[in-house]
């Protein structure tokens, strides 16, 4: 096995770790040279009879999982023809085939691209072309997905020029042209394997950033990078090898790829999967499996708390819950420790790399308050800078989050242009997030830098009016947004879900609630529109975009701004 200490890729478009930050990580101790699949096969080894994967179709010991993933390897090489470095699209669901096909890819050196099961043609085709993938595995009707995942490529395929194989999860006869998933199962007693060796320094896989701003941007993360963050992870959340963790969130999504699969994996645990993310059918899992570690969105954990039959499952399996991607209501954390007693770690997370969290054990009023500290402090390089990224921002004010070390990710995929802005020549990513360090050694998360509506001058955080509105009894759901206006640039305005029965909520309500709660009047929102549902994100995050769009089109109808602002 050669001993790799930088990154062989030769990806046009890829920008790697530099040598010497490669060789500091290695001689460190912080990269272990480990590839997926070699976290996969320590326990294999060791411990075949363990339980891997549970669901839903089937169960898979690590031993199983060893072997079939060697047997789909193999034949991704012989029958398909995927070379070290080819990329492949995955749009699945939650289901062993996803875990099985992503530690395949691994033992050949090929990168999996993770396209979410609620992406469409737009992005799927982007994606593709983006990564010149050869391949994309899809779902056929094995999972009921409500949604025609096989017709998707079919209407992309012209447009996708490196495309060579599709591949679906089928029960059913797949349709001409494309490849069984489970044919690519069969035992192959080829010797392929024997003659990859996959440096860990490589991309083992391409993410993708959210979708709140445009097409998503290809994000790669080595094996060394990623799996540095799986065992840091799996030791905050302290996992243990008898836990089930289950992913709540597509597994494409960093969320779960990392914090839940990954650092599961890494301790040796269970994964237990499940298509349907709904909130009945994830409490109905955790019961099923005796589920101890899952990371939902802060909607899910709403959805549980406030289900109709909530009462009717038993989630005291419960251990450890994470939630983050979006801002965690503190009303929720309390609810979850005191209702289960779980151990809360409120998460500030990005596909790019950084992991910010409470600890289980950390006070409850941190953890419904803060994001923690970073996953690993002595390696994890982060600063807070001021708003024009020049220098350090003064101890306990807010300011841009930036970040650099041995989990973090070297650049955007074949995107010089954001690269240049977002990165500087010492490597520093500026991630474009609001956060600051508290008195006690914590994070606050204050929202995106583009969160802030500058009203004629003056800053409002966005986030900060949100924390309040949604306190109010008749709202369930709230975003603040800036609307354009010509006299002061921007003004805010709030879209609210209304709780169930609740028919009426005006602005003048919602203007005294604020006074009352000591708000200056420059933030109160200008305009409030009710909705039956606010827009979100193909993970469940709200997404601005869509409401800066809607509202831009309603006051230009209404006369209030020019056609062509
Ligand atoms: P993603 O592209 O899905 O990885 O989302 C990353 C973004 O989600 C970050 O850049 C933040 O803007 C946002 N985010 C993640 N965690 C939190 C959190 N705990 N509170 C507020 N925003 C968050």
Request: contains cysteine; aromatic residues 8%.
């Amino acid at each position: 096995m050669p001993d790799f200490t930088s990154s062989t890729a030769d990806i046009d478009g890829y920008v790697p770790f530099p040598d010497e930050r490669c060789e500091q990580y290695l001689a460190d101790g912080y990269w272990q040279n480990l590839t997926f699949h070699d976290v996969l096969d320590r326990v294999a080894d060791q411990q075949p009879d363990r339980t891997a994967v549970i669901g839903p179709l089937r169960e898979l010991t690590y031993g199983e999982l060893q072997t079939r993933t060697q047997h789909l390897a193999r034949r991704l090489v012989d029958d398909l023809g995927l070379e070290e470095g080819d990329m492949v699209v995955f749009q699945l669901p939650n289901c062993s085939e996803f875990i099985e096909a992503f530690f395949a890819c691994s033992r050949v050196g090929v990168v999996p691209v993770m396209l979410l099961p609620r992406h469409r043609q737009a992005e799927a085709t982007h994606v593709t072309n983006l990564t010149d993938a050869k391949a994309i595995l899809t779902a056929g009707d094995r999972y009921q997905m409500g949604f025609d995942h096989i017709g998707l490529i079919e209407d992309i395929e012209d447009d996708c020029e490196t495309l060579e194989h599709k591949i679906a999860i089928s029960d059913a006869d797949v349709p001409e042209g494309w490849v069984a998933f489970d044919s690519l199962c069969e035992p192959s007693d080829s010797e392929v394997l024997g003659s990859f060796e996959v440096n860990p320094c490589n991309p083992g896989v391409m993410l993708l950033s959210g979708g709140t701003t445009g097409m998503p941007k290809g994000i790669p993360r080595t094996h060394n990078d990623y799996v540095f963050q799986w065992e840091y992870m799996a030791e905050v959340s302290e996992v243990e090898d008898d836990w089930v963790a289950f992913p709540s969130v597509p597994i494409g999504h960093n969320a779960s790829l990392n914090c839940i699969v990954g650092a599961s994996f890494w301790a040796g645990a269970t994964v237990a999967v499940e298509p349907n993310l709904k909130p009945e059918s994830l409490m109905a899992l955790i019961e099923a499996v005796g589920g101890n570690y899952t990371l939902p969105i802060p909607t899910q954990l709403i959805d549980i708390l406030e289900h109709p039959n909530l009462e009717e499952y038993d989630l005291s399996s419960l251990e450890v819950v994470v939630s983050g991607g979006q801002k965690v209501r503190p009303k929720a954390v309390y609810e979850f420790v005191e209702r289960w007693g779980v151990g809360f770690e409120n998460i500030f997370g990005m596909a790019e790399g950084p992991l910010i969290c409470t600890r289980p054990d950390d006070d409850i009023d941190v953890q419904a308050h803060t994001v923690g500290r970073p996953i690993a402090p002595d390696a994890d390089e982060v600063r807070i800078v001021d708003e024009r990224r020049e220098s350090d921002a003064p101890a306990g004010e807010a300011g841009e989050l930036c970040v650099r070390g041995p989990g973090f990710f070297t650049g955007y995929f074949r995107h010089e242009e954001e690269n240049a802005e977002n990165f500087d020549d010492q490597g520093w990513f500026y991630t474009e997030d609001v956060l600051k360090l508290n008195e006690e050694g914590n994070y606050e998360v204050f929202g995106r830098m583009k969160d802030t509506i500058i009203r004629g001058g003056e800053n409002i955080y966005a986030p900060g009016i949100e924390d309040v509105i949604i306190e109010h009894e008749s709202v369930q759901n709230v975003a603040v947004i800036g609307m354009p206006d010509e006299r002061l640039g921007e003004r805010p305005c709030a879209f609210v879900e209304l709780e169930p029965g609740i028919d009426e909520f005006t602005l003048e309500e919602l203007s005294s609630f604020l006074e009352d709660q000591g708000i200056a009047v420059f933030k109160h929102p200008e305009r409030l529109e009710v909705v039956r549902e606010i827009p979100r994100t193909e993970v469940g995050k709200i997404a601005k975009i869509s409401l800066e769009e809607q509202i831009t089109q309603t006051l230009q109808d209404e006369g209030k701004l020019p056609a062509d602002y």
